[in-house]
């Protein structure tokens, strides 16, 4: 089983930056992120596919986030900018063998998943 940790959660203010990573354990050809806030689904924000990096994004991602992948150190980054509140969110690395294009943002298709790491947005 793949071992991911998540780090840089943290308290911004609205308008404001912050960067994720996620360290693993080993290779896997797909990686991302997911976010949850309480007694909703996890929500996906980026995949990337190692091997030839490319992303796909969710809609609230979209030219705000950048995701990358560094495959000397294995580490998974996701730079967010211009944060707001709706970002507020425990933010989750996944890792995976790559699912079919039309369900890389599913949660539901990876089974490697980190601890972790709180994003708290403030207005």
């Known amino acids: 089983r793949v071992q991911l940790v998540e780090t840089g959660g943290d308290s911004v203010q609205a308008g404001g930056s912050l960067r994720l990573h996620c360290v693993a354990s080993e290779i896997t050809y797909c990686m991302g992120w997911f976010r949850q806030v309480p007694e909703k689904g996890r929500e996906a924000v980026a995949i990337?596919?190692?091997?030839?990096?490319?992303?796909v994004y969710g809609d609230s991602a979209k030219d705000r986030f950048t995701i990358s992948h560094d495959n000397v150190k294995n580490t998974l980054t996701l730079q967010m900018n211009s944060l707001n509140s709706e970002d507020t969110a425990m933010y989750y690395c996944?890792?995976?063998?790559?699912?079919?294009?039309?369900?890389?943002?599913?949660?539901?298709?990876?089974?490697?998943w980190g601890q972790g790491t709180q994003v708290t947005v403030s207005s």
């Open positions: 996944a890792a995976d063998l790559c699912p079919p294009h039309r369900l890389v943002l599913d949660s539901r298709q990876y089974k490697n």
């Open positions: 990337i596919y190692t091997s030839s990096g490319n992303a």
